[in-house]
Structures are given as C-alpha cells and as structure tokens.
C-alpha cells in the first residue's frame, strides 16, 4: 500500500486569513471615517455661512453640524494621514489651533489620536518619523503608547 506523495507545503497564512487582517484593520477605520465624510468643508471662521454638506438626508447633515468642533477636526486630521501623511495633519492641526485658540485645549488628543493611527497606517519607525512639537509633543505620546 502506497502513501499518497503529495508534498504538503505550508508557506504561512492562506488567503482567507490575509483578507480577515486586513479588513481588521481597515474595517474600523473606515466605519469611523464614514461619518465624517459627510462633512466635505467646515466654516472655521465662525461666520454665518453654513458647512457645505454632501449628504444629502436631513438626519444626517443635522447630526454632522451638531459635532464639537475638536470632533470634526479630528475626525478630517485622521482622514488626511492617511490620504497624505501625518506631516501634512500635523500642520494643519497647529494651523487649526492657532486660527481658533479655543481649540488648543483639545489638541493634546488630537495629536496623540493622529500619533495612534500613524502607528497603525505606518508603523512605528515611519510614524515617529514625523513627530514634532505639535501640542507639546504629544503626537510621538500616541505613537509610543500605541507601539508599547
């Protein structure tokens, strides 16, 4: 009796676990940046001109312009570290910071939120390449305590 001689080679994870990773990762952050899509530009100023929304429901719109302003801050910094790289949030968060002081004392989690997701779309090393003293440092805080 014969054994079959099929070479049985494992090379590592399958496909079907390589796509549950990745929809691991990117799952969340697409559910979380889903809801601030709706919000294509934000009045900073503080004038009377509205947010230009491209939702069109009512019941979406009211819930986006009802957001603090730290959330939809954040939420647009995220999406465009990962669009761009967290240099680019980073200046535009001390840009938002010194346009509306009010925002500064958000911008301690603001930047440890954007040091967290560098992290994950970058890994370590590269995230903590573009750390700089934006909110005393605390962008290289997130990166750190989500590498630790």
């Known amino acids: 009796m014969k054994h079959s001689t099929t070479p049985r ?3 590592g994870p399958g496909p079907a676990r390589r796509v549950g990773r990745t929809l691991a990762l990117v799952l969340p952050v697409v ?3 889903s809801g601030t899509l709706a ?3 934000v009045n900073w100023s503080g004038g009377s001109s509205t947010s230009v929304l491209a939702a069109s429901s009512e019941d979406v719109s009211t819930r986006a312009s009802s957001r603090a302003p730290q ?10 570290l990962q669009e761009k790289n967290p240099g680019v949030a980073l200046t535009h968060l001390q840009q938002a910071v010194n346009g509306r002081p009010s925002l500064a004392k958000h911008c301690v989690s603001i930047a440890r939120a954007l040091g ?4 994950r779309v ?7 390449s573009y750390a700089r003293p934006v ?4 962008f290289a805080s997130g990166v750190a305590t989500q590498n630790g």
């Open 71 to 80: 959330d939809v801050l954040r939420d647009r910094l995220l999406l465009e």
């Open 39 to 41: 919000v294509t530009r």
């Open 116 to 119: 967290r997701a560098a992290v």
């Open 135 to 138: 909110c005393d440092t605390s």
């Open 31 to 33: 559910l979380v940046l």
């Open 122 to 128: 970058y890994g370590p090393a590269r995230a903590q």
């Open 9 to 11: 080679t494992h090379r």
